[in-house]
């Protein structure tokens, strides 16, 4: 996989849009590259935004999502609303976008729903655009999780300067730490735990196999042996209950019949008191037996009679009515000669004319009303709408005043029409535009004229600086010219001291006439006499570097100053020349607009001429509102006529209409007068017939009543019947002789059911027979001691067998749990021997395993890697002394403790180390990116230069694709080819490609 290009926008510190191409230019041309800026810049922000755009997630916080963005305020530039990152990466040949971009909603408050897509370069076909698939798809394309990306690519190469020198317990952690290998302390831990579980476990099975008690095998027996014993009683005992049984079935049955035989006798004795109680009411319906024939003629006679009544009802209540009908025909002649003061003579037509006479009155009142008031509420809207308008309208600002000033200020203005008003206004408008504009662009000469003055003032600055950074640098050359050659002697004198000091051990080896090793010679003259080192060289040796490497940092500084110059000073001049022509136009336009106002060259009364105009305008707006009221004044003044003769006419009308009638309602008392006179009319003609119907009616039903009762008197005289009311008293009611007649008939059978239950107690009272002479109570208590030893019986054959069963289930529950217990014991087993393999509380013994295992694993690859920069050194691991330790090859395979390697050699041996975990990350997929974040600020200036050549060559050699970050100014300048991400002010940054 090869990262060829980067797209951002609003990430971190880096406000707006940025783009890096590393295929093509100068980062593509150099292959080795540095990241470089100040501290919080926005350097590692690069990188957040590639593994951002891959796998949605970024080092230090993980997997982004919108409630982090908003709750953290990261990711996201503040006052930005949307932000993305973007990159095109090549793997097999083959280009993709992987494009990651949020947005805030229209609101601001929240989060749209991030947009997450890959898809191919080449066609711009989307391989992938689900939010929770997208990742997926990256990772099977590229062949790397997140966690292997940034160990594969993200190589934090100051963590393996620590690894190459940590105790084994440091080292353990690191090596965690940096694989992310977390996972195996989790599993120690969660071995011991098992463990730890699962012994508990088979403790407390075996705590609650304890508590479990059974029965032994004689106590058992002996349990099912009382149980037979009880139950041949039981047997025993329920015969002797069946017998006392039946015995007392004929004890109960005889009592039985002979309490009923008691009761058969009371029964009787109470039926005799009611058959004496029954004679009057056995004559009662014999009597009414005898006369019911005759009910149907009586019936017909009371209906008769009821009718005769009703008539003689009728005929008072039609009087009574006739009576009522002539009172209220006089009562509605009297309203009508009150209403008309007058006898009608035609009653109906007279009071009608009268009523229309009243509601013309009315109308005419209610029409002058109308007319008065609208024309009232009229007058009373223009006062008020005037005096908003004019702003005062009263008695003494009235139409006459207002009509007078307004004609007034007409004339003084010379304006009488809406369009005149207009175009006075319209000149007005254009005149301020002019004054406007002078105005603006008299502003605008003065800003161009101070920004002109600033321009050459800085640019007087700037040459001033340049002549001084100029002679600065030609100090520092001079003092480097000098001081180069001196330090340079000094510094061969110091090395080959400590070149001499460092073969003691093979010095001790040497032998007179043999040659050595190292130099070949046969003459060994420090073989025992070693010079001594002299510290006063070294020291000021050190110094020396130390005043050098400063001039040489000073000398960087100010050629870059010096050499951007001619830059800035060109893009001074431009602005200048610029700013000059921003003048001289502003110069233009306002002799323009003086020639437009009619001014002279000099004169630019602004002030005066926009009062002037201020207050013409407020003139002729008001007298604009005020010309828009004359009609209304008018108006007005007409109303002010109209308005006194109405109220004079509605006065006069009324009081013609109260002269006439005072009541409330002329149309309801007229109708209502005529209604009731011609309702009484009619009422009473109806009545006088209804009264004549009803007296004929009357006699006739009179003379039936007589003939009809006279006849039937001659049939019931033989029955000794006097008159109807006697015959009315000997017929009952229908329901009342159906009742007699109901208890005629159950006395009857209740007699006959009492006989027969008399002789059928007797006949059984016969058929039995009882051969126990003990008493009834005496058989019960026998039985009842019985039934006592039964109950006692079964329930001890219920305690035993209940003791029995429980013991069943406790050797079944026995049985499971030792069952269990044997599983338990073998998982047991199992994360026993796990345990001691691998398991603890802390999880450092599996955790120290594994990263055994890994770091010979790394050590492997490191040392694969080691061999492509250099072939004097390899890495190998003690198991005895825990220890990494390195190889010499130059010196005979000498081995020696990491802790001893030089500070140029700890680099390479930390970069191999680094990309030996590129390599074990991502064994599997082509590596050609890489990105190495610092661990060069500790290296002196010779391992510095020992540390470019490496990555030069390790560039070179794998043709990769490589990126350091990194504040060390050496390396900056050395490496040509930058990403310089440069601070803007207020917390922002842009990004800036410096070629070689």
């Known amino acids: ?85 973007e990159v095109t990466f090549n793997v097999n040949g083959k280009d993709y976008r992987a494009h990651w971009s949020i947005a805030k909603t229209r609101t601001g408050e929240n989060f749209r729903q991030p947009i997450h897509e890959l898809s191919e370069v080449e066609t711009g076909n989307i391989l992938c655009d689900r939010y929770s698939d997208t990742v997926k798809e990256v990772e099977k394309i590229v062949g790397l999780t997140y966690d292997q990306f940034i160990k594969a690519m993200l190589l934090a190469q100051g963590e393996f300067a620590k690894l190459l020198k940590a105790d084994a317990k440091e080292r353990d952690q690191l090596l965690e730490d940096i694989t992310g290998a977390h996972v195996y302390r989790r599993i120690g831990k969660a071995v011991f735990e098992k463990h730890k579980h699962h012994k508990q476990k088979l403790e407390q099975s075996q705590l609650i196999l304890d508590q479990i008690e059974v029965f032994d095998k004689d106590t058992r027996n002996e349990l099912d042996s009382t149980i037979k014993k009880l139950s041949a009683a039981v047997t025993t005992l329920i015969k002797e209950q069946n017998a006392i049984e039946a015995i007392l079935e004929i004890k109960r049955k005889r009592l039985d019949l002979l309490q009923r035989e008691d009761n058969v006798r009371r029964r009787l004795d109470i039926w005799k008191d009611k058959q004496a109680k029954w004679t009057e009411n056995a004559r009662r319906l014999e009597r009414h037996e005898q006369l019911a024939p005759f009910r149907e003629p009586l019936q017909d006679i009371r209906l008769l009679e009821k009718d005769e009544a009703k008539l003689v009802q009728g005929i008072e209540k039609t009087e009574k009515a006739l009576a009522n009908a002539r009172e209220k025909q006089s009562n509605a002649e009297a309203v009508a000669k009150e209403l008309l003061k007058k006898t009608p003579q035609n009653f109906n037509q007279e009071l009608r004319d009268f009523r229309d006479q009243i509601n013309a009155l009315d109308e005419a009142i209610s029409n002058q009303k109308n007319t008065f008031q609208n024309k009232k509420e009229g007058f009373e809207r223009l006062r008020d709408s005037l005096a908003r308008r004019l702003g005062t309208f009263n008695e003494e600002k009235n139409t006459a005043y207002w009509l007078a000033h307004i004609e007034s200020a007409q004339q003084t203005h010379d304006i009488y029409s809406d369009e005149a008003l207009e175009n006075a206004l319209q000149k007005i408008e254009l005149r301020e535009g002019l004054l406007s504009r002078f105005s603006d662009q008299q502003k605008m000469l003065g800003v161009y004229q101070s920004n002109l003055q600033d321009l050459l003032n800085q640019r007087k600055k700037t040459n001033e600086k340049h002549a001084d950074n100029q002679e600065q640098l030609q100090s520092i050359r001079q003092n480097l010219k000098e001081e180069m050659p001196r330090r340079d002697a000094l510094k061969r004198d110091v090395e080959q001291r400590k070149r001499e000091a460092g073969l003691e051990a093979q010095r001790a080896d040497l032998q007179e006439g043999e040659a050595c090793p190292l130099c070949g010679s046969t003459e060994h003259p420090y073989a025992e006499h070693l010079p001594e080192l002299d510290q006063t060289k070294a020291h000021l040796l050190a110094e020396l570097e130390e005043k050098i490497k400063n001039w040489e940092k000073e000398a960087v500084a100010l050629q870059t100053r010096i050499n951007d110059h001619d830059g800035v000073n060109k893009e001074l001049d431009d602005k200048i020349k610029a700013t000059e022509k921003e003048v001289s136009s502003s110069n233009d336009n306002m002799a323009k607009l003086r020639e437009n106002l009619g001014w002279s060259a000099n004169e630019a009364p602004l002030e005066d001429e926009t009062k002037r105009l201020k207050k013409l305008r407020i003139d002729l707006n008001r007298l604009g509102s005020q010309m828009a009221c004359v009609d209304d004044l008018k108006d007005v003044q007409e109303l002010e006529k109209e308005l006194p003769i109405l109220d004079r006419q509605i006065r006069e009308t009324t009081k013609q209409r109260i002269d006439l009638y005072t009541g409330a309602n002329i149309n309801d008392d007229v109708a209502g007068c005529i209604q009731t ?300 080819a930058k990403i310089n991400v440069v601070p803007t002010g207020k917390g922002y940054s842009k990004v800036e490609i410096i070629g070689s």
């Not at 593994?51 to 930005?80: D, M, N, W, Y």
């Not at 009543?705 to 006097?722: D, M, N, P, S």
């Not at 029995?804 to 269990?820: F, G, H, M, S, Y």
């Not at 087993?829 to 001691?836: R, S």
């Open 1 to 85: 996989m090869k990262i060829t290009a980067l797209k951002l926008k609003n990430i971190h510190s880096l406000r707006g849009e940025h783009e890096i191409d590393f295929a093509n230019g100068a980062l593509a041309e150099a292959g080795l590259f540095a990241i470089t800026g100040p501290t919080g810049a926005g350097k590692s922000t690069l990188l957040d935004a590639i593994t951002l755009a891959l796998f949605k997630s970024i080092p230090r916080v993980g997997r982004i999502s919108p409630e982090q963005i908003k709750s953290q305020g990261i990711i996201l530039t503040h006052h930005t609303d949307e932000c993305y990152a």
């Open 677 to 976: 006179r011609d309702q009484a009319l009619e009422a009473m003609e109806r009545l006088q017939r209804e009264l004549s119907e009803s007296k004929i009616n009357h006699e006739q039903t009179s003379v039936k009543v007589k003939e009809k009762t006279k006849e039937l008197l001659r049939h019931v005289a033989a029955f000794g019947i006097a008159d109807l009311e006697d015959l009315s008293t000997g017929i009952l009611p229908e329901a009342e002789a159906n009742r007699l007649r109901s208890e005629a008939q159950v006395l009857k059978d209740e007699k006959q059911t009492i006989e027969g239950e008399q002789k059928t107690i007797a006949e059984q009272l016969g058929d039995i027979v009882d051969q126990d002479e003990r008493p009834l109570e005496e058989c019960t208590q026998v039985r009842q001691e019985i039934v006592d030893k039964l109950e006692n019986h079964r329930s001890d054959i219920t305690r035993i067998q209940t003791r029995l069963e429980q013991d069943n289930k406790n050797r079944a529950k026995r049985k499971a749990i030792e069952k269990e217990m044997d599983e338990q014991g073998k998982a047991l087993e199992v994360w026993h021997k796990l345990n001691i393999m691998i398991g603890d509380a802390t999880g450092a013994k599996f955790s120290s395993f594994v990263q055994r295992l890994t770091l010979k694993q790394l050590l492997l690859f490191a040392n694969d890697r080691l061999l492509g920069l250099s072939d004097r050194y390899r890495l190998f691991y003690t198991e005895d002394n825990n220890t990494l330790m390195v190889e010499d090859l130059h010196l005979g395979s000498t081995t020696r403790s990491v802790s001893s390697l030089s500070g140029g050699e700890s680099f390479k041996l930390s970069l191999a180390l680094a990309l030996g975990l590129s390599d074990l990350a991502a064994q599997n997929v082509k590596i050609d990116s890489l990105f190495i974040d610092e661990g060069f600020g500790t290296l002196d200036s010779d391992s510095l230069n020992d540390a470019i050549a490496t990555l030069e060559d390790l560039q070179s050699k794998s043709n990769k694709s490589v990126g350091v970050i990194s504040h060390v100014e050496e390396l900056k300048e050395r490496l040509g």
